[in-house]
């Protein structure tokens, strides 16, 4: 999470969270990590209290491509931030369609689960945005804050896995996404 003295900022994995760090501290006033990823249940009251939180979400067939990309390109950097690609590693996970196979065996680790984590708690709510939207969305954010016009940015990791085979069945993703139903329903 990345907090500052006008908002908090909870960071879900692979939701371009590197890029609106970056945008958000051009600006913000005495920010700083609380924790890379985190939920709104670890946002402690005091950090909280009175500030603007936001998230942001991305579909969930792309997070998923993302998600095998990162457990493809960073192999030593699994652990322990991402714990659901350091298992799927360790069963031996290697092609994409074993990566969704995996997900739908182990649907503590889709997104939807993780995603619940992130958008309830008892003492906060936060604001939700979707990474697809995030030029006009961080537009929405800077005003909200009374900010002005957004400047100019670059998305920190565009096209990162371009050549990775993401090859998988109709079938078999149609299966994954009914697990990640109740994000597309929300947000798509």
Known sequence: MFVASEFVFVHTPKT????????MQRKATNAWWLRMHGT?????KEFG???????????????????????????????????DMFLAKRDGVKTYEQAIKWCIANPDMCYAT???????????????????????????IWTQLGWGDLPEFTPRNPGRYD???????????ERYLKIEAPIIKAYY
């Open 49 to 83: 209290q009175g500030k603007f939180i936001f998230t942001f979400v991305r579909h969930p067939e792309t997070w998923r491509k993302s998600w095998y990309g990162h457990m493809r390109s960073n192999p030593n950097k699994l652990w322990p931030y991402h714990m």
């Open 16 to 23: 371009g969270g590197s890029t609106v760090t970056n945008v």
């Open 40 to 44: 709104l249940e670890q946002l402690p």
């Open 114 to 140: 993780l995603f619940q984590q992130y958008r309830t708690s008892r003492d906060f709510m936060a604001k939700v945005f979707t990474m697809e939207n995030m030029a006009q969305d961080l537009q929405t």
């Open 163 to 173: 050549g990775l085979d993401f090859t998988c069945s109709a079938e078999l993703m």
